[in-house]
Every structure is written in structure tokens, then in C-alpha cells.
């Protein structure tokens, strides 16, 4: 099978996976950065989103020829312990129920604050609107999404 | 130090000695739910690696410097127990939370009962044992403290941990732990009052937050270990078939592949064996692919070419409308509760209405797909994963293979939701067989499709209800059920209005479907709620009354005294609509807000919600809900609300799009781009209020759930005119209209 180098987190990983391989599961199986999540495996509910140069994409769609020479930032390289302004409104709201969908929230989140410091209710909505919470803990990622658009100010990306 | 003088002074019925534990740990476990009896458990069942923990109960270990872990007992699902269960025991212990640290408790039947999410049962069932557990080891922590000291502990106060005697001396739970744990387990130690309760009812943090906001390996999807293969099983394509023959000559040659065999003959033995789990495990053998990653096990598994039979009809949706619509218009039911003369009362009746309303399946949809690990080994059979109902998979999976229960060690992840779906471990005995038939350790994954198209649905249903009205008083009420598979349980019969009409009749009736089914959150409440509180709103307006008033009137009919199968509290009930009829602002809207009410009892708890209905550039938009919720004592306010919110939405986003219909025996949809879930743009805001009456607590995990699809038909019908018979809503778009006439005028 074929190697691949690919820079996630900061660090550059080398895997050797079959080409068609998703990037969800070379995170999952290959490198155990479990955090980021399969919950339908066809870009429909976000729980596998990550940051792909910044942008925010559905790691289960993503094929490793398309992040060839990109920065991959997960969930585990969001903040070196936690405290990004999403993860911390998250953990102020305490917006989880099972949970299993948050990391791909607060992925999402992220990236869309970082180009959309000041966003409307709507702005939120819109951005959100791709990411399936089961639990339906909506109500508390608008508050939290808010929150946290109040705290971007300066802040720089971990990775 | 001696300890004999201290050990003579107590009552002292059983001494265990601390070596009996590798390293010097000791684990006292006691069944909360019988007798208090302490007994030394050969094994750690749990991790001691820490040796300076003291334990004084499965629950509870407390180490040399005060710290102290709680074991959580019950599977997390998301409602929020691994952080509530272990505030009531802290709340006893008097200790501070923020030294407490939460671990999941494993299946340990020696140790706890009911380990089951179910339900919403875990605090209503836990509350007097999760507060004796608490209560008991502060005790215990006293009393040597008290011997030490040479007083009576009596004397003793305690706070956050530490004990202080009359003189203003001081021990810390870590001072004594050693000598404590020692000592037989006191019973029926007195509790605290509500008034002194310092943790209970503070807003406390998920405990497992950190983890989630990280990323951090928790679910049964994450665990691995050494050696870990993955399975990926092809399944009947569609219900009713069997397997005929396969070729994997193409997958066997694909990268990561480790093995490919059929599983079934094990299944069907425990099928044979335990007739009530027949319908959770189809009939045919299935084809199992071990690879080295999960997609390789997903991507071989599609190569495989395999050849099915039909064995039993194929079903489907259009055939299911029929045979439900002929059951409720024949004669075979089955009485529930009959009272008084409903036929009687009809005929005789000055108005009578008759309403039907119509379901769908439902898959379960939890974000983590179907998942378990199993190892098989001589020595024991290891399982890992998501599971609802732990003692019962572990009981099926010794019996699948012939072992012991003691074989079995079953460790329960966090759980990627359940919403019943878990409660039916059919994927973790699967596991068992693949993982006895594999030699090695192995992690079976369900693709979403997997877990939607070979899942176990809430059944279509419909109901029918009838009632008469004399002289201005509903005196007949008859509710008559059609489901395919199972028929309401033996309570619901009982829930409101029973007892408040003197002529009443519960008849059911089914259909024995080959698609499997089961419970899915607040079963049978999750639809029949919708149906009675609709009819009751269109009851109200053929009576011309108003349509609370209607409900708080039959409630003045009911006397639970009188009839002890009453299951809910006419007062209760009351109280949580008079609420919310004010804080809903109910009937002091604004013209272009539309309300609609309901009020539901189930699971224990009284609620009554209230939906807004606004119209926007002339549409009407579900904007809010208003909800209040009598579940006596709200243990963790931050946690509970969460779970209101939750269950509200989980309402309104199934009444207005869930729907999975069947096709020539399988489902038309398998994933969310053909299944509609509900997402954060058609979420309305939801206002939580809770009942704050001292009592002990009862269910949140479902009952708030139940109301919401009503509340929300009621609240179109004000805007729209539209009645809506059928779920979902959204499937009967030309209903959610405002009349063009209205836009114009």
C-alpha cells in the first residue's frame, strides 16, 4: 500500500493506507485521534468535521490526494489544553448530552468564528445548520456559539 | 497505630482484612437494594492501581488524603446520570465536589442492581440507596473519628470532608478511611433534609466534559486494544430473507483483510433458548468480514457477492396502513381497562367525536453507531461498548456460549445516545459470536446503513378515539390502539384521562410483523400523547369550552384514593398546567401568535407544555416551546435542563419529519441525506420551568418528550386551521399553511 505524509496537528504523520482511504479513518485507525467522529459516513450529519487549512470539512469525504500539502487541525489540536473560546463556551454552557456529535460542533464552530468574528443569530444558524446533534442540544450551541464569537478577539490558532 | 480499641468500641460484625487485595486495596461491596450485608469480593473488580484508596463500597473509595472517587453504577447515555447519580452519594458523604473525581462503575451485580439506562428510571430508582450509600460511609468516617477522639459521634459535625468535635478538633475522611472501611455498613443511617442539601440542586458541570471538549478516547467507537480486529457484517438486505450462498473469492483478496466467515448457528441457539429475544435476531446467517481497519472492513464487506432467499413476506408501509386501518375497524381487541359502559354512553351521548391518527417507524438514529468489543478467551469473555441494559446482554452472551456469568466482564463506555435502541444488546451478542469465532479480539462496527436498515424501530401505531358528550360533560371516552408487534404496556392504560370519565375503554390490537421492533424514548407515550391531547383540543371546541379549562375540569373527576391503578396525580397535574398557562403568557399573545397547549403525566413526571406559532411573512414558524416539569427534586438543575430541552426537541423534530417507510421489506431510507432529523434552523427556543415542591425525583429522561409533538399540532391548528391527523407533519406540507384567504384578508 502506499505512504502518505500528512501534517496534522502540527506534526507530520506518515501512514500507509489504501488510496481511497477516507481521512476519517486514517485519523480513527491510523494515527488514534478518535476524537474526531463516523456517524453517517456521507458528509451529512458533521460529527467527522475538521479543519483543512482552516476550513472546515467533512473528514469522511475527504480522500488523502485532496489534503496532499494542507495543515490538518483536529479536535485534539484545536487548543493545547482545552481552552479555545469554543471549547471553553462549550464547557460553560455545558452543552453536551451523549456528547458524541460535540467535537465536530465545536470544529465547525471554530472555523466559522475565526472568519466570522461577529455573527448574527443567522449567521450562526447558517453555519451550524450542517452539524446533527441527536440530542438536540441546539438551544445550547446558539449560546454557546455567542459566547464564545465574544471571546475570538486576538485569539491564535494553536496549530 | 492500634486499632483494637477503636474496632471494641464499634460494632464490628465482620473484619476484612486489607491484604486480601493485591497491594493493600480493600473493596467492601454491599447490595444497596437488599440487605446491608457486607461481603469481601475476591477480585478487584474495578481498578485499585492506586493502592493508597481506601473502598468502602462498590460506590465510594476515599484515599489517604481525602480525595475521593464515586463510582457512577448506571450506563450514560446522555441523560446526564454519571454526574447526578454521584452528587446524591457526595451530597451524603458531605463532601466537597470539587475533590471528587467520577468513574464509570462496571457491571458488577454483586455490587449494584439495575444497571440499566430505561426507562427514565436511574435517580427515581437510585435516590434512597445512592443517598444510604452516602450516608452510611459518612458514618462509618464518624464513627472512627468519635472513638478516636473518645466521644460520642453525636458530637461530631461534618463538612467537606472533615470532622470536627465539640473541643474544635479536626480528622480529615482521609485521617480515618483505613480504620472505617473496616467496619460493618450501618443501615437506615438518617439522610439530610432538603434545607441542608449543598451539592443537590446546584448547577454542576457534565463530568466527562473535559474529555468531550477534547476529543478525548470515551465511546465504545474509540476503545482498542492489542491485536484488535474489526468486523463488518453484511446483513439481509431486507427483512424476511435468508442467507442462500456467497462468493468472497474478491474480498478475501482485498488489502487488511483477516478473515471472512458466516455467524448464526450460535444466535439462532440462544433464540431457541430464550423465546423473547427471537424477535431482536433475525433468522438467517449473516457474513462477517474481520480486516486490520474498519474501512477496510466496510469497503470489503461491498465486495462480497452473496445470494438471499425470501423465507417471509416482504412488508411494506402501504400494506401496513391497510392493516392497521382493518384492525381498528374489526373487532379483535384486547380490553385493557374498561370502565363503566362506553358503548352505552355513546349511544346516548348528544355529541359524539371520532378522530384517528396515524405513525410511522422510527429509526433510533444515535449519533454513534451500533458498536461493541469482544474478546473471547478460557479465561474470560471481555466486552466493551455502548449498552442500555448491561446484566442482561452479559446474561445473553454467557448463554450464547455456554459460560459462566462470572465469565463475563462487561465495561460500559460513555454512550454515543440510546433512546432505547441500547436496551437490545443484539449487536454486542453478535460480537460475542464473531469474536468466539475469530480467536482475537474484535471490535464489530455498524455502518449508519447498518444501523438503519437492520435496526429496531418504534412501530407504526394507530389509534382511534371516540367519545360522547351529555348534558355538556364528556361521559364516554374509547381509545382504541393498532400497532405492528406489541401493543401499549400494562400502565399507559391508566394514565390520564382514565379515571376522570365514568364510561372508559382501552382496547389493542397488532399486527406480527418480520421487521423487528422495540422501545424507542417514552414507547407508545412518544405518539399517543399527540392523539389524546389533539382530541381533546377538538372535543374542547365542539363543546365550545375552553379548551384548559376542559382538562382541568375532567381533573377534578379524578380520585386516585378511589382507584389505586391511577397512576398520575390529578394535583400534580394541575399545578404544572396553572404554570405554565403563566408562563407561556397563555391567551395574553399577540394576534399573530399561536398557541397551543398540552399537559402529559408518564415516566412519573408531570408536564405540561405550552408551543408558540408565529407567522412570518406569512408562514407559520414554530418559534417557541414552554415547558413545565413537575419531577420532584432536581438533583443537577444545569444537567436536568439540558435533558428538557433535549426531550422537547426530540418531540418536535420527530412529530414534524421522522418517517422511515418501507419498500418490498426494507427501509426506503438508510442514512440522513433520505432520513430528516431535526437540525439547529427549525429548532425553536425552548423555556424550561420546573415544579420546585420538595419531593422525590421521578423521571427526566423521557417524559418531556411525549408532550411536545402536541403541543405543536394544537398550536398549527390555532394558526393554520388545520387539524393534523398524521406524523409527521412535514409529510402533509399543503396542512402547515396559512388559508391564502387569511394572507389576503
Partial sequence: ?159 | MSTNNTFNTLNRRAFLRNSSLAGGGLLIGFNLFQACKPKVIAEPAIDLASLDYNDFNAFIKIADNGAVTIFSPNPEVGQGVKTSMPMIIAEELDVAWDNVYVEQGILDTNNYTRQVAGGSQSIRFGWDALRQTGAAAKQMLVSVAAARWGVDPSECTVSEGVITNAAGETLGYGDVVKDAAQLEVPENVPLKKTSEYKIMGKDTPNVDIDKIITGKSLYGMDYKTEGMVYASVLRPPAFGQKLVSYDDSAARAMPGVVDIFTIGEKLRGLAEAVPRITGIISDSDKIVVLANSTWEAMKAKKAIKAEWEEVTKAESTEEHDKILTNLLDGNKFETLRSDGNVKKALAEADQVLERTYESPFLPHSCMEPMNFFANVTEEKVHLVGPIQTPEGTAGFVAQLLGREADDIHLEMTRIGGGFGRRLYGNFAIEAAEIADKAKKPVKLVFSREEDMEDGIYRMSIKYRIKAGVKDGKVTAYHLKEAAVNSNMYGLVPNFFPAGAIENYQVDTAKYDSNITTGAWRAPYTNFLAYAEQSFFDELAELMEVDKIQLRLDLLDNVNPEEDERIQYSPERMKEVIKVAVDKSGWGKKPEDVHQGFVNYYCHNTHVAEVADVEIENGEPVLKKITCVVDCGIVVNPLGAKNLVEGGVLDGVGHSMFGELAFKDGKPTANNFDRYQLLRIKDAPVVETHFIDNGLSPTGLGEPTLPPAGGAVANAFKSATGNRLYKQPFTKTPELLKVPEKEIIG
Avoid at chain 1, 467533512?58 to 490526494?65: E, G, V
Avoid at chain 1, 448530552?97 to 467535537?103: D, F, I, N, T
Avoid at chain 1, 465545536?106 to 451550524?128: H, W
Fill in chain 1, 1 to 159: 500500500m502506499p505512504t502518505y505524509q500528512i501534517n496534522v496537528n502540527g506534526a507530520s504523520k506518515t501512514v500507509d493506507v489504501a488510496e481511497d482511504t477516507p481521512v476519517l479513518w486514517v485519523l480513527r485507525d491510523h494515527l488514534d485521534l478518535v476524537g474526531t467522529k463516523y456517524g453517517c459516513g456521507i458528509g451529512q450529519c458533521g460529527a467527522c468535521t475538521i479543519h483543512v487549512d482552516g476550513t472546515a470539512m467533512r473528514s469522511c469525504s475527504l480522500t488523502l490526494a485532496q489534503i496532499d500539502g494542507k495543515s490538518i487541525t483536529t479536535i485534539e489540536g484545536l487548543s493545547e489544553d482545552g481552552t479555545h473560546p469554543v471549547q471553553e463556551a462549550w464547557k460553560e454552557v455545558d452543552v453536551p448530552q451523549c456528547g458524541y456529535c460535540q467535537a465536530g460542533q465545536i470544529m465547525t464552530a471554530s472555523a466559522f468564528l475565526a472568519k466570522n468574528p461577529n455573527p448574527s443569530e443567522e449567521d450562526i444558524e447558517n453555519a451550524m445548520n450542517g452539524n446533527i446533534c441527536r440530542c438536540a442540544t441546539y438551544t445550547r450551541i446558539r449560546k454557546a456559539v455567542q459566547i464564545a464569537a465574544e471571546n475570538m478577539d486576538g485569539y491564535q490558532l494553536f496549530t
